[in-house]
């Protein structure tokens, strides 16, 4: 099963050097989320030659318009490509009071249902769950509301051990509690724990992405030994001072949160126009945390299976 994320935008506030605003693609077994929506993200959708019909849920952070200005243009392209499945957007609770008015307006009428989930950005919450995947909304610290996402694998139950049961000739219901985690009774005498007739699952996978915020070690906890992080980098420490005027962070901080927080992966984005080259911020960040990456628009980072 894939783990994958893909970059469509890593620039902040404003097109610059061939980057553009946030936006990121979530490919975890069969779904594919959509993270943020700047300006150019239907745009992004189409270079890439991603499936973007397969989008069914979408998640905008705040309401700074390098996060979300794409947004009801990717919504009524669906609706001119005559889209009936159901799209849910999960963000701040005035989001769907700004889309619905730019609806009205524009006399647009959807042809497949909008749901809005609102996310809170005093509390950490699920906000999706399905039986593969969990979304946790966390608030972060901006000048506006904000809020982060964590993306958890859920943890699948033990597999049967074949070469442990072949002689059992154990029935439906016991192979069903087997992999429930349960312990089975096979007769008065004979009795077997779980962990002898079945072996473990691979352990889940994890993703956080957090942006647009200050320095905050408070979401360390949050997103300890995640897998893969997407840190917001607007700046090099030099301007430290500019990044917490703006509410923003820099290379050296993103790191400090991934080495903190024992992540596997760190990639840095939202880079500020200021920056045609980027290989400073990266040499930053790996000088506290060495495995580092650029969001580079296009790339796939994959979370690949992790051993037991």
Known sequence: MSFDVQILGSNSAMAAHNRHPSSQCIFIHHHVFLVDCGEGTQFQLQKYKLKFFRIDN?????????????????????????????????????????????????????????????????????????????????????????????????????????????????????????????????????????????LPNLPPRTYAYCTDTLFLPSIVPIIQYADLLYHESTFLNESAARAKETFHSTAYQAAQIAKDAEVKHLIIGHFSSKYQDLSPLLREAQDTFEDTSLAIEGMIYSIPKQKN
């Open 58 to 198: 979408i998640f905008i952070s705040h309401l700074h318009g390098d996060h979300y200005f794409g947004l009801i243009g990717l919504l009524t392209t669906y609706q001119l490509l005559r889209r009936e499945t159901k799209i849910t957007i999960f963000g701040p609770p005035q989001l769907e009071s700004i889309i619905r008015l730019q609806l009205e307006v524009s006399d647009s009428k959807l042809t497949y249902p909008l749901e809005f989930v609102s996310t809170q950005t005093d509390e950490t919450s699920i906000i999706f769950e399905d039986d593969d995947v969990e979304v946790v909304s966390f608030p972060v610290k901006h000048r506006i509301p904000c809020t982060g996402f964590l993306f958890k694998e859920k943890v699948f139950p033990r597999k049967v051990n074949a070469d442990a049961v072949k002689d059992l000739k154990l029935s439906s219901e016991q192979y069903y509690a087997l992999r429930k985690g349960e312990d089975i009774r096979i007769s008065k005498d004979i009795y077997f724990s779980n962990q002898q007739l079945t």
